[in-house]
């Protein structure tokens, strides 16, 4: 299919480890990306990953890609309050025109637990 | 450096009328892209718009529409409004790269119209 699949939902206590994970369709996607959207507002550009990548780390963030399996997980170590948030996965898919589209997940809803 | 900026905020209408959402990308920035994000349902891409023309075009019926202008600014029209139309409407704005670029364009959003048809 053509969808980029997300769990809906995500519930980690605070302070664990919060894992987002995603499955993309087009293996030739050069770029994978992840936006969160906080409550009442737009998305913002967290990370992003070339696909000649395994892994990204950038500080309580590490994105890693398994292209085999064209999965992308998302990774927040010490997950705070203030990560509570949707969480959108995307995938830079090429048109036949040569451009590019960002097809996007339906987004996981992280909720933290005190 | 101003971000991507959406008025109205907030749209209440009643079924068959009409809305008009607008959108003012970032300075500099050739790309609009609308998103309609229903509750609960992820972004569903609605329309591209670079240097003035449609470039895309999701899989919503006719009666969404728009159009870019020459500073870039973007307006989505809606015509013959339903209920499954109540969504918050999301405007991304980017730069159209080159092929030479290596870094990928990034799109940045504004903070949407919610739009609920009565």
């Known amino acids: 299919g053509e969808d980029v699949e997300q769990s809906l939902f995500l519930s980690v206590r605070e302070g664990d480890s919060s894992v987002i994970n995603c499955t993309y369709t087009?293996?030739?996607?050069?770029?994978l990306y992840w936006y969160k959207q906080e409550p009442g507002a737009g998305l913002q550009l967290l990370t992003y990953?070339?696909?000649n990548m395994d892994m990204k780390q950038d500080q309580r963030l590490t994105v890693l890609l398994n292209k085999k399996d064209k999965h992308l997980s998302l990774r927040i170590a010490d997950t705070q309050t203030g990560d509570s948030a949707i969480y959108f996965c995307?995938?830079?898919?090429?048109?036949?025109?040569?451009?590019?589209?960002?097809?996007w997940g339906a987004g996981t809803k992280l909720i933290i637990k005190p | 450096e101003a971000g991507v900026t959406q008025s109205p905020t907030h749209l209440i209408k009643t079924r068959g009328q009409q809305a008009t959402l607008r959108c003012s990308p970032i300075?500099?920035?050739?790309?609009v892209y609308w998103y309609q994000q229903a509750l609960g349902l992820g972004l569903q891409f609605l329309l591209w718009?670079?240097?003035?023309?449609?470039?895309n075009r999701g899989n919503f019926p006719p009666r969404f529409s728009g159009r870019q202008f020459p500073n870039y600014s973007s307006e989505l029209n809606v015509n013959a409004l339903e209920l499954e139309d109540s969504a918050l409407y999301l405007c991304?704005?980017?730069?159209?790269?080159?092929?030479?670029?290596?870094?990928?364009?990034?799109?940045?959003f504004g903070p949407g119209t919610r739009l609920l048809v009565l």
């Open positions: 991304a704005s980017g730069r159209r790269r080159t092929r030479l670029e290596l870094r990928p364009e990034t799109q940045y």
């Open positions: 300075s500099g920035h050739t790309s």
């Open positions: 718009y670079d240097e003035g023309e449609e470039r």
């Open positions: 087009d293996s030739s996607s050069t770029y």
């Open positions: 990953i070339f696909s």
């Open positions: 995307a995938e830079r898919r090429r048109l036949m025109d040569s451009n590019y589209q960002l097809i």
